[in-house]
C-alpha cells in the first residue's frame, strides 16, 4: 500500500493549491480517504474526508467553505482543491487511507 502526496509550496494569502495523492496497492474504490494536516508545534489535524460509496463529504470547521476534497477512482487519486488559504493554512498535509499514510507535502501561506 503506498499513497504519494504532491502539489504543496509556497502561495500568497488568498491564492490557491490543489493537492492529489496518488495511491497504489490497495482497490482505491473501496475506501474513505482523508486529507490531514499538521503545522509545527500542534497535533495532527483531520481536514477532509470522502467516502468509498456515494462519494460524501466532511470537512472540519477551520477550512469549511474554503476545501474541497474529491476523488478520481478511475485514477486512484484523492485531492484537496484550497481556495483563500490564509497563513493559518500553513502546514504538512498528508492523505490518508486503508490504513495507509503518504509522506506529506509542505503547503506554506505567507506574502
Known amino acids: 500500500v503506498q499513497l504519494v502526496e504532491s502539489g504543496g509550496g509556497l502561495v500568497q494569502p488568498g491564492g490557491s493549491l490543489r493537492l492529489s495523492c496518488a495511491a497504489s496497492g490497495f482497490t482505491f474504490r473501496r475506501y474513505a480517504m482523508n486529507w490531514h494536516r499538521q503545522a509545527p508545534g500542534k497535533e495532527r489535524e483531520l481536514v477532509a474526508t470522502?467516502?468509498?460509496?456515494?462519494?460524501?463529504?466532511n470537512y472540519a470547521d477551520s477550512i469549511k467553505g474554503r476545501f474541497t476534497i474529491s476523488r478520481d477512482n478511475a485514477k486512484n487519486t484523492v485531492y484537496l482543491q484550497m481556495n483563500g488559504l490564509k497563513p493559518e493554512d500553513t502546514a504538512v498535509y498528508y492523505c490518508n487511507g486503508a490504513g495507509a499514510w503518504g509522506q506529506g507535502t509542505q503547503v506554506t501561506v505567507s506574502s
Open positions: 470522502i467516502t468509498s460509496t456515494d462519494g460524501s463529504t
